[in-house]
């Protein structure tokens, strides 16, 4: 699984940040207080975790997982036809759309110091460069095996959603019920 590292503290952090602005709320406020409260820091932590922690890029034997925000494709290996990275790892198909990696390896800016030794060239590299050969790697050595039928699926993040649409009528509760929507 290929993850960004600082979405992984981005989660941390707002949880944390939410545990603490919820318990400061019940401990001054009250429980019935806080529960009015809660739905917008939650709203919050969802939001870092859709779109910080949730998109990543997950490489097995059958094929390549695209896990955007909201959005999952699966590409079969049979259907790659490259693999390469502009600003983000982009995986083209036998159709004509190109499936973008919001959540993997990322290319850094020029001039970005490298951070992990390759030890097979003697030098250091960007960390996306070596993830993306990883994935080309991968790649290479499931094509010949893969089976020619596979497929490419889109579709929603259902949990996502429907954690979101529970936020959102919990949001709507609360404004009823605190008088903020009239």
């Known amino acids: 699984m290929f993850r960004a590292p600082s979405s992984v503290v981005g989660l941390v952090l707002g949880a944390a940040l939410g545990v603490v ?7 001054r406020a009250g429980v019935g207080e806080m529960l ?39 590409i079969a290996w049979a259907r790659v036809t490259d693999i390469d990275m502009r600003w983000q790892l982009e995986v083209r198909t036998d159709e004509p759309r190109v499936a973008k990696a919001f959540g993997g390896p990322v290319a850094g800016r020029p001039g970005r110091p490298a951070l992990r030794h390759d030890d097979e060239r003697g030098r250091r590299e ?55 929507a009239r």
């Open 21 to 27: 602005l919820l318990g400061d709320a019940a401990l």
């Open 126 to 180: 960007p960390p996306a460069i070596r993830d993306l050969q990883l994935i080309q790697d991968a790649w290479e050595s499931a094509r010949a095996t893969a089976p020619a039928d596979g497929a490419v699926r889109r579709f929603w993040d259902i949990p996502a959603l429907i954690s979101l649409a529970v936020l959102i009528v919990w949001v709507i509760i609360a404004l009823f019920i605190s008088g903020g």
């Open 36 to 74: 009015l409260l809660a739905p917008w820091v939650l709203l919050a932590v969802w939001a870092v975790y859709a779109l910080l922690f949730a998109p990543h890029v997950r490489v097995d034997a059958s094929g390549i997982r695209i896990h955007n925000p909201l959005r999952i494709t699966d």
